[in-house]
């Protein structure tokens, strides 16, 4: 880092320590991705660090064939520093608001005069307040986590029929709706064939000994 960007740091850091609030500070704030309303805005930014990632796969590849199925984009992550001041409900609304962002599920954005980072949920928070350092400011240092959202798919495919000729097993064959049937008298079983004809001819034998 030069030390013309060294002296600066410094200087921002001793501007927020006392609750001066320089005129050409660059906006950092929090907003909620489904009403893009400010949650939180900061007076400075002490440091930020963005990680992004790209895992590639291993194994090698034919030359040329390198397509985006050899890597695949990691969710990126955001640790920052930052200050804030105000009067004290301003920074106990802050506090609260950052408390609500990490317990729930909203979604933020993270604005920066660089990049609006967008889809990113509050994993962790904490803050410092100390009286030499100004009664009125919060130096809080967040860490952001992307969330990455897609939209369901979802296709009307229609699973064939299985026949007795292609089942395994006669118990998979698929049912079939063939309508209304006209109901079938149930047929005698062998047993009940067999013993009533056999008491048809006792009976018979019966009459002619008679």
């Not at 002296?7 to 921002?12: D, P, Q």
């Not at 955001?78 to 105000?86: D, K, N, Q």
């Not at 079939?176 to 047993?191: C, H």
């Amino acid at each position: 880092m030069s030390q013309f960007a060294m002296g600066m740091m410094l200087a921002g850091r001793a501007a927020i320590a006392v609750g001066i609030q320089p005129i050409d500070a660059p906006e950092y704030y929090l907003t909620y991705k489904e009403s893009g309303s400010i949650a939180v805005e900061f007076s400075r930014i002490m440091d930020l660090e963005m990680t992004a990632e790209g895992k590639v796969v291993a194994a090698p590849v034919e030359k040329g064939s390198f397509a985006s199925y050899n890597k695949v984009a990691s969710p990126t992550a955001i640790r920052a520093t930052l200050g804030v001041e105000g009067e004290l409900g301003d920074l106990q609304t802050v506090v609260d608001t950052l408390f609500e962002l990490k317990d729930g599920t909203e979604l933020v954005n993270f604005v920066t005069p660089v990049r609006e980072y967008q889809g990113y949920t509050v994993e962790k928070f904490s803050y410092q307040q100390a009286a030499e350092k100004g009664v009125n400011v919060l130096y809080v240092e967040i860490n952001l986590a992307e969330i990455r959202e897609v939209e369901p798919q979802y296709t009307d495919a229609k699973t064939p029929a299985i026949t007795q000729k292609g089942a395994k097993n006669p118990a998979n064959t698929s049912t079939q709706d063939n309508g209304k049937g006209q109901p079938q008298k149930p047929r005698d079983s062998v047993w009940y064939q067999n013993n009533g004809q056999k008491k048809y001819h006792i009976k018979q034998y019966l009459g002619q000994q008679a």
